[in-house]
């Protein structure tokens, strides 16, 4: 039976396994990734003010997630197939956090 979820996987492996389909989420510090889509954690993303669901405060790997996804979606960013974290350990926690608890990431991707 063939796979029918329409999110995106992400998968927590080194960035040496990533593809040409592939965006990688690594840390606002990390050295430049050449030839890859790229979102960063904790570079910062403006939000709405207090007031619905999606203005409440969102981590900054959520924040990061979903940028990416409405980029994509917009047609700013090349189709990328999955995506790759290649981050400590706290940064991928941050990121499974945000798969299991922010209904928004959830809906948009899964940790594969």
Avoid: K
Wanted: some cysteine.
């Amino acid at each position: 039976m063939a796979n029918t979820d329409s999110r995106i996987p992400v998968l927590f492996v080194s960035l040496e396994l990533a593809g040409a389909e592939d965006a990688v989420l690594t840390d606002a510090n990390s050295p430049a990734v050449d030839h890859y889509i790229v979102a960063r954690l904790g570079a910062g993303s403006g939000g709405h003010a207090v007031g619905c669901n999606c203005c409440v405060w969102r981590s900054s790997a959520a924040q990061a997630m979903t940028t990416l996804y409405h980029a994509r979606a917009r047609g700013e960013l090349p189709l990328f197939r999955r995506l790759i974290v290649d981050l400590p350990a706290n940064g991928a926690a941050e990121v499974r956090a945000a798969l299991a608890e922010d209904r928004f990431v959830a809906a948009r991707f899964y940790a594969a």
